[in-house]
Protein backbone atom coordinates (compact mmCIF):
# COMPACT_ATOMS: atom_id res chain seq x y z
CA UNK A 1 0.00 0.00 0.00
CA UNK A 2 1.19 3.61 -0.82
CA UNK A 3 2.02 5.59 1.89
CA UNK A 4 2.95 9.45 3.05
CA UNK A 5 4.12 10.28 6.24
CA UNK A 6 5.41 13.33 6.95
CA UNK A 7 7.06 14.92 9.73
CA UNK A 8 7.57 16.90 12.15
CA UNK A 9 3.40 17.37 12.67
CA UNK A 10 3.86 21.38 13.32
CA UNK A 11 7.17 23.15 13.83
CA UNK A 12 7.74 26.45 15.36
CA UNK A 13 10.96 28.35 13.95
CA UNK A 14 11.94 31.94 15.00
CA UNK A 15 12.29 34.36 11.62
CA UNK A 16 15.42 33.45 10.58
CA UNK A 17 16.06 30.13 11.87
CA UNK A 18 16.41 27.43 9.22
CA UNK A 19 14.97 24.21 9.09
CA UNK A 20 13.59 21.54 7.02
CA UNK A 21 10.64 19.77 6.61
CA UNK A 22 10.62 15.85 6.26
CA UNK A 23 7.98 13.60 3.87
CA UNK A 24 9.04 9.34 3.92
CA UNK A 25 7.32 7.71 1.24
CA UNK A 26 6.42 4.04 0.26
CA UNK A 27 5.32 3.54 -3.01
CA UNK A 28 6.05 0.15 -5.63
CA UNK A 29 7.13 3.13 -8.11
CA UNK A 30 7.40 7.12 -8.05
CA UNK A 31 5.79 8.74 -10.83
CA UNK A 32 6.64 11.92 -8.97
CA UNK A 33 6.36 13.97 -5.86
CA UNK A 34 5.08 17.35 -5.48
CA UNK A 35 5.10 19.61 -2.57
CA UNK A 36 2.55 21.73 -1.64
CA UNK A 37 1.69 25.04 0.32
CA UNK A 38 -1.88 25.30 1.76
CA UNK A 39 -3.08 28.78 3.65
CA UNK A 40 -5.99 28.49 6.29
CA UNK A 41 -9.18 28.60 4.27
CA UNK A 42 -7.80 27.91 0.67
CA UNK A 43 -6.88 25.00 -1.36
CA UNK A 44 -3.41 23.35 -2.03
CA UNK A 45 -0.84 26.22 -3.79
CA UNK A 46 2.10 23.93 -6.41
CA UNK A 47 5.19 24.37 -5.10
CA UNK A 48 7.70 21.90 -6.64
CA UNK A 49 7.82 18.70 -8.47
CA UNK A 50 10.65 15.95 -8.00
CA UNK A 51 10.77 12.85 -10.35
CA UNK A 52 14.00 11.10 -9.57
CA UNK A 53 16.32 10.54 -6.63
CA UNK A 54 18.69 13.53 -6.32
CA UNK A 55 16.87 15.97 -7.61
CA UNK A 56 16.83 19.10 -6.42
CA UNK A 57 14.33 22.28 -6.92
CA UNK A 58 14.30 26.05 -5.61
CA UNK A 59 12.37 29.15 -5.04
CA UNK A 60 13.22 31.82 -3.09
CA UNK A 61 13.77 30.37 0.39
CA UNK A 62 12.58 26.94 -0.38
CA UNK A 63 14.52 24.24 -1.56
CA UNK A 64 13.17 20.87 -2.12
CA UNK A 65 15.39 17.42 -2.11
CA UNK A 66 14.20 13.71 -3.20
CA UNK A 67 15.92 10.66 -2.63
CA UNK A 68 14.24 7.08 -2.98
CA UNK A 69 12.52 7.12 0.30
CA UNK A 70 12.48 10.39 1.30
CA UNK A 71 12.07 14.14 0.04
CA UNK A 72 13.39 17.67 2.10
CA UNK A 73 11.63 20.51 2.13
CA UNK A 74 14.56 23.02 3.54
CA UNK A 75 13.78 26.73 4.33
CA UNK A 76 16.04 28.90 4.78
CA UNK A 77 16.28 32.50 6.98
CA UNK A 78 12.08 31.67 6.82
CA UNK A 79 10.17 34.82 7.47
CA UNK A 80 6.73 35.01 9.15
CA UNK A 81 4.76 35.07 5.22
CA UNK A 82 6.19 31.45 5.50
CA UNK A 83 3.83 30.03 7.43
CA UNK A 84 1.37 27.84 6.72
CA UNK A 85 0.85 23.91 5.90
CA UNK A 86 3.22 22.68 3.56
CA UNK A 87 1.74 19.60 2.25
CA UNK A 88 3.53 16.28 0.21
CA UNK A 89 2.37 13.70 -2.33
CA UNK A 90 3.06 11.13 -4.47
CA UNK A 91 1.93 9.88 -8.12
CA UNK A 92 2.69 6.45 -8.00
CA UNK A 93 2.96 3.97 -11.30
CA UNK A 94 -0.13 1.59 -9.99
CA UNK A 95 -2.29 4.22 -9.11
CA UNK A 96 -3.90 5.63 -11.78
CA UNK A 97 -3.50 9.59 -11.58
CA UNK A 98 -5.05 10.00 -8.24
CA UNK A 99 -2.15 11.67 -5.66
CA UNK A 100 -1.49 10.19 -2.23
CA UNK A 101 -0.67 12.90 0.15
CA UNK A 102 0.92 12.91 3.75
CA UNK A 103 -1.02 14.59 6.79
CA UNK A 104 1.02 18.17 5.94
CA UNK A 105 3.88 19.92 8.45
CA UNK A 106 1.71 23.12 10.08
CA UNK A 107 4.55 25.50 10.26
CA UNK A 108 4.65 28.94 11.88
CA UNK A 109 7.42 31.41 11.46
CA UNK A 110 7.78 34.05 14.54
CA UNK A 111 8.35 37.89 14.39
CA UNK B 1 -5.12 33.60 -16.26
CA UNK B 2 -7.68 32.43 -13.99
CA UNK B 3 -7.05 29.28 -11.76
CA UNK B 4 -9.79 26.38 -11.14
CA UNK B 5 -12.57 28.29 -9.51
CA UNK B 6 -15.23 25.87 -7.00
CA UNK B 7 -19.02 26.92 -6.21
CA UNK B 8 -20.16 27.80 -3.60
CA UNK B 9 -17.61 28.50 -1.22
CA UNK B 10 -19.35 27.37 1.25
CA UNK B 11 -22.59 25.42 1.83
CA UNK B 12 -24.94 24.72 4.85
CA UNK B 13 -27.68 21.87 4.21
CA UNK B 14 -29.45 19.39 6.48
CA UNK B 15 -28.89 16.13 7.05
CA UNK B 16 -30.68 14.25 4.23
CA UNK B 17 -30.90 16.68 1.50
CA UNK B 18 -29.23 16.10 -1.90
CA UNK B 19 -26.48 18.87 -2.69
CA UNK B 20 -24.07 20.03 -6.12
CA UNK B 21 -20.45 21.51 -6.04
CA UNK B 22 -19.27 22.74 -9.13
CA UNK B 23 -15.82 22.98 -10.47
CA UNK B 24 -14.42 25.40 -13.51
CA UNK B 25 -11.19 24.14 -14.29
CA UNK B 26 -8.38 26.03 -15.90
CA UNK B 27 -9.00 26.16 -19.50
CA UNK B 28 -7.25 23.80 -21.65
CA UNK B 29 -6.35 21.45 -18.95
CA UNK B 30 -7.72 18.43 -19.53
CA UNK B 31 -7.90 16.16 -16.53
CA UNK B 32 -10.15 17.19 -13.65
CA UNK B 33 -9.50 15.62 -9.87
CA UNK B 34 -11.85 15.80 -6.64
CA UNK B 35 -10.53 15.48 -3.34
CA UNK B 36 -12.22 15.69 0.46
CA UNK B 37 -10.23 17.16 3.09
CA UNK B 38 -11.56 16.19 6.42
CA UNK B 39 -10.50 18.11 9.69
CA UNK B 40 -7.50 16.67 10.60
CA UNK B 41 -7.48 14.44 8.01
CA UNK B 42 -5.54 14.72 4.97
CA UNK B 43 -6.46 15.17 1.50
CA UNK B 44 -8.52 12.00 0.34
CA UNK B 45 -9.06 11.22 -3.44
CA UNK B 46 -12.60 10.94 -5.08
CA UNK B 47 -12.15 10.51 -8.35
CA UNK B 48 -10.49 11.17 -11.99
CA UNK B 49 -11.57 13.05 -15.31
CA UNK B 50 -9.28 12.99 -18.35
CA UNK B 51 -11.12 13.39 -21.87
CA UNK B 52 -13.24 11.07 -22.60
CA UNK B 53 -12.37 8.02 -21.00
CA UNK B 54 -14.37 6.57 -18.01
CA UNK B 55 -13.41 8.46 -14.76
CA UNK B 56 -11.54 6.71 -12.19
CA UNK B 57 -14.35 6.25 -9.57
CA UNK B 58 -12.14 4.57 -7.10
CA UNK B 59 -11.39 7.21 -4.27
CA UNK B 60 -15.72 7.76 -3.90
CA UNK B 61 -16.71 6.63 -0.55
CA UNK B 62 -20.57 5.29 -0.65
CA UNK B 63 -22.95 5.21 -4.11
CA UNK B 64 -23.97 8.66 -2.53
CA UNK B 65 -20.83 10.31 -4.52
CA UNK B 66 -21.34 10.90 -7.65
CA UNK B 67 -19.52 13.20 -10.49
CA UNK B 68 -20.31 14.40 -13.88
CA UNK B 69 -18.15 16.70 -16.14
CA UNK B 70 -19.78 18.14 -19.36
CA UNK B 71 -18.54 18.98 -22.21
CA UNK B 72 -14.46 17.77 -21.43
CA UNK B 73 -14.56 21.20 -19.02
CA UNK B 74 -17.05 22.12 -16.01
CA UNK B 75 -17.45 19.35 -13.44
CA UNK B 76 -20.77 18.79 -10.81
CA UNK B 77 -20.00 16.51 -7.64
CA UNK B 78 -23.40 15.32 -6.18
CA UNK B 79 -24.01 14.03 -2.87
CA UNK B 80 -27.23 12.50 -2.26
CA UNK B 81 -28.84 11.98 1.12
CA UNK B 82 -25.89 13.94 2.75
CA UNK B 83 -24.63 12.70 6.10
CA UNK B 84 -22.64 14.14 8.71
CA UNK B 85 -19.43 12.49 7.91
CA UNK B 86 -19.94 14.05 4.59
CA UNK B 87 -19.14 17.17 6.34
CA UNK B 88 -15.75 18.49 5.15
CA UNK B 89 -13.83 20.35 1.98
CA UNK B 90 -14.11 19.31 -1.09
CA UNK B 91 -11.33 20.40 -3.33
CA UNK B 92 -11.25 20.21 -6.63
CA UNK B 93 -8.02 19.79 -9.01
CA UNK B 94 -7.01 19.96 -12.66
CA UNK B 95 -3.84 19.27 -14.27
CA UNK B 96 -2.46 19.85 -18.35
CA UNK B 97 -2.27 16.23 -18.96
CA UNK B 98 -2.66 13.22 -16.81
CA UNK B 99 0.07 10.89 -15.74
CA UNK B 100 1.91 12.45 -12.44
CA UNK B 101 1.94 16.31 -13.78
CA UNK B 102 1.05 18.63 -11.22
CA UNK B 103 -2.06 19.37 -9.95
CA UNK B 104 -3.64 22.86 -9.50
CA UNK B 105 -6.35 23.20 -6.72
CA UNK B 106 -9.51 25.26 -6.56
CA UNK B 107 -9.75 27.42 -3.18
CA UNK B 108 -12.64 24.56 -2.34
CA UNK B 109 -15.83 24.41 -1.20
CA UNK B 110 -17.22 23.56 2.84
CA UNK B 111 -19.96 21.32 3.24
CA UNK B 112 -21.28 21.70 6.79
CA UNK B 113 -24.14 19.01 6.97
CA UNK B 114 -26.09 19.78 10.15
Known amino acids: EDQVTQSPEALRLQEGESSSLNCSYTVSGLRGLFWYRQDPGKGPEFLFT???AGEEKEKERLKATLTKKESFLHITAPKPEDSATYLC????????????FGGGTRLMVKP | GAGVSQSPSNKVTEKGKDVELRCDPI?????LYWYRQSLGQGLEFLIY????????KSGLPSDRFSAERTGGSVSTLTIQRTQQEDSAVYLC????????????FGPGTRLTVT
Open chain 1, 50 to 52: LYS
Open chain 2, 27 to 31: SGHTA
Open chain 2, 93 to 104: ASSLREGGYEQY
Open chain 2, 49 to 56: FQGNSAPD
Open chain 1, 89 to 100: AVAPYNAGNMLT
